[in-house]
């Protein structure tokens, strides 16, 4: 069965950086590209990027491009996001979910169980 | 970008009853293959997103029948035919159609 297993929750100082990993099971991680979206306590679903695992092409949301760089080691089937400049507002829960290999309709079929990123001084 | 709008935004619901969810967007999400890209996702309290619905009213597999998904171009419903108490959580709709796909607000679903 197709499973998506994140890295554990993370403490991090303002203006530090987190790296939050995103393991894939159960298909073939090169078929598909990675959705990174996040919940900030209370809030709906924001989309922060993508990336291929067939290509590696990247797209970013305005609101982190910049310091949002996502990356993809396909031998060991993971997705890597790593977020810097954190500020108070980025505290949230990070999820990746499954999408297509490239731009076109969002899946989303599968999704990891989120990683709570918590910025704290 | 896409705008995707639903109500309400709270839906009080008696276990047993049916319960209805509206999800508008701003442009068609009719794809020029033909299909349209429209998501329904359900959270509950401490879970992930998981999917219930693609393409409008396709069913993921291991989703209950008494949800059921309709709809065309811009306006679009989730209904539950007889709410249970596993059904508790929020709802977000998506579109899928315009990249990189947009949610709605989410419509907490909880027992009145």
């Known amino acids: 069965q197709v499973q998506l297993l994140q890295s554990g929750a993370e403490v991090k100082r303002p203006g530090a950086s987190v790296e939050v990993s995103c393991k894939v099971s159960?298909?073939?991680?090169?078929?598909?590209?990675i959705t990174w979206v996040r919940q900030a306590p209370g809030q709906g679903l924001e989309w922060l990027g993508w990336i291929s695992a067939y290509n590696g092409n990247t797209y970013y949301a305005p609101k982190v491009q910049g310091r949002l760089t996502m990356t993809t080691h396909t031998s060991a089937s993971t997705a890597y996001m790593e977020l810097t400049s954190l500020t108070f507002d980025d505290t949230a829960i990070y999820y990746c979910?499954?999408?297509?290999?490239?731009?076109?309709?969002?899946?989303?079929?599968?999704w990891g169980q989120g990683t709570l990123v918590t910025v704290s001084s | 970008d896409v705008v995707v709008t639903q109500s309400p935004l709270s839906l009080p619901v008696t276990l047993g009853q049916p319960a209805s969810i509206s999800c508008r967007s701003s442009?068609?999400?009719?794809?020029?293959?033909?299909?349209?890209?429209l998501s329904w996702f359900q959270q509950r309290p401490g879970q992930s997103p998981r999917r219930l619905i693609y393409k409008v009213s396709n069913r993921d597999s291991g989703v209950p029948d008494r949800f059921s998904g309709s709809g065309s171009g811009t306006d679009f419903t989730l209904k539950i035919s007889r709410v249970e108490a596993e059904d508790i959580g929020v709802y977000y709709c998506m579109q899928a159609t315009h990249w990189p796909g947009t949610f709605g607000q989410g419509t907490k679903v909880e027992i009145k």
């Open positions: 979910a499954r999408d297509p290999p490239v731009v076109a309709a969002a899946l989303r079929d599968h």
């Open positions: 159960g298909y073939n991680f090169k078929n598909y590209g």
């Open positions: 442009q068609s999400l009719e794809f020029s293959d033909g299909n349209t890209y």
